[in-house]
């Protein structure tokens, strides 16, 4: 195995620690910071003081088009059932494609 250069270690000596070089119990976190407070009956409150709000500018004359061109057409559903998709109705499915789903 290699050691590094006497002038090496010591650069990496001054570098900022990080979790891998670290044992188990140094936790950097995010940096996020907290938005509010726990409560002593295990909820959360938030405190909106502590809320970040992003400030959006005016979009009257916006000159930049979106990604998407607007003459596209919308894709068609793929299901002809209304509501959510139930066990039942999976399984007739796989009856009748067969492993393709």
Same mark, same amino acid.
Do not use: M, W
């Given at each position: 195995m290699f050691t590094p250069t006497p002038s090496l270690a010591r650069a990496l000596r001054?570098?900022?620690?990080?979790t891998k070089? *670290?044992? %188990? +119990?140094?936790? %950097?976190?995010?940096?996020t910071g907290s938005m509010g407070r726990h409560t002593k009956f295990g909820g959360y409150t938030i405190d909106w003081s %502590?809320?970040?709000?992003?400030?959006?500018? +005016?979009l009257a004359d916006f000159h930049l088009k979106p990604f998407v061109? #607007?003459?596209i057409d919308k894709p068609a559903k793929d299901? #002809?059932? *209304?509501?959510?998709?139930?066990g039942k109705m999976y399984l007739d499915a796989w009856k009748r494609q067969g492993d393709a789903i």
């Open positions: 001054r570098l900022a620690l990080t070089q *670290a044992g %188990k +119990d140094y936790y %950097k976190g995010t940096g %502590k809320v970040r709000t992003y400030v959006v500018p +005016d061109a #607007e003459n299901h #002809e059932f *209304a509501g959510s998709l139930t």
